[in-house]
């Protein structure tokens, strides 16, 4: 079935550091794909999204590319900040479904 | 817009005693999710609802587990006799319709079985 596998966590940067958090994805078809933000004690929110290949998704800094020869989507931010320390989760939704399939999370905290 | 709102927040129970929890999806949307959150097993999808029917229970862990949507704008998710490996934040998810991708979900229900 379809899966999607994330870095664990919990990654801890300083300020203005690069960030990348690694996504990779097992699906029929073609599916879309997502990354989702949730802060402390909030519900996730989605961040950006891609729908076919070679899309960039882009939102708040924060990039991410549709790979489909390596099927992956990495989340990539040039300079992180304190307000970025959250969970971080892809997530995939396959051609004709419902289902939105989460990755595990991925905690990044960010340090002044 | 409101968003889409649980209840409770916070729920602390007793192992063996019932509990229910409660969402208010966004209005206009037809879909409806919910979903427990666990640092084992991560974000899990429990149940479905298309136009307020339920499409996929598939997730749904045991007949422990049961949910209902009466209509468009609240649907319930019951737990009867609750365990304490039912601890978990429970989220509702809803979407505009079947072919919308984004989910907005709510704030969740954190419950604590004892």
């Known amino acids: 079935g379809d899966s999607v596998t994330q870095m664990e966590g919990p990654v801890t940067l300083s300020e203005e550091a690069f960030l990348t958090i690694n996504c990779t994805y097992t699906a029929t078809g073609y599916p879309s794909l997502f990354w989702y933000v949730q802060y402390p004690g909030e519900g996730l929110q989605l961040l950006l999204k891609?729908?076919?290949?070679?899309d960039k998704g882009s939102n708040k800094g924060f990039e991410a590319t549709y790979r489909k020869e390596t099927t992956s989507f990495h989340l990539e931010k040039g300079s992180v900040q304190v307000s970025d320390s959250a969970v971080y989760f892809c997530a995939l939704l396959n051609t004709g479904g419902f289902k939105t399939i989460f990755g595990a999370g991925t905690r990044l905290f960010v340090k002044a | 817009d409101a968003g889409v709102i649980q209840s409770p927040r916070h729920e602390v129970t007793e192992m063996g005693q019932e509990v229910t929890l409660r969402c208010k999806p966004i209005?206009?949307?037809?879909?409806l999710f919910w979903y427990r959150q666990t640092m084992m097993r991560g974000l899990e999808l429990l149940i479905y609802f298309n136009n307020n029917v339920p499409i996929d229970d598939s997730g749904m862990p045991e007949d422990r587990f049961s949910a209902k949507m009466p209509n468009a704008s609240f649907s319930t998710l019951k737990i009867q006799p609750s365990e304490p490996r039912d601890s978990a934040v429970y989220f509702c998810?809803?979407?505009?319709?079947?072919?919308?991708?984004?989910?907005?979900f709510g704030s969740g229900t954190q419950l604590s079985v004892l």
């Open positions: 998810a809803s979407r505009p319709g079947v072919r919308a991708e984004k989910l907005f």
């Open positions: 209005s206009g949307h037809n879909s």
């Open positions: 891609a729908t076919k290949a070679d």
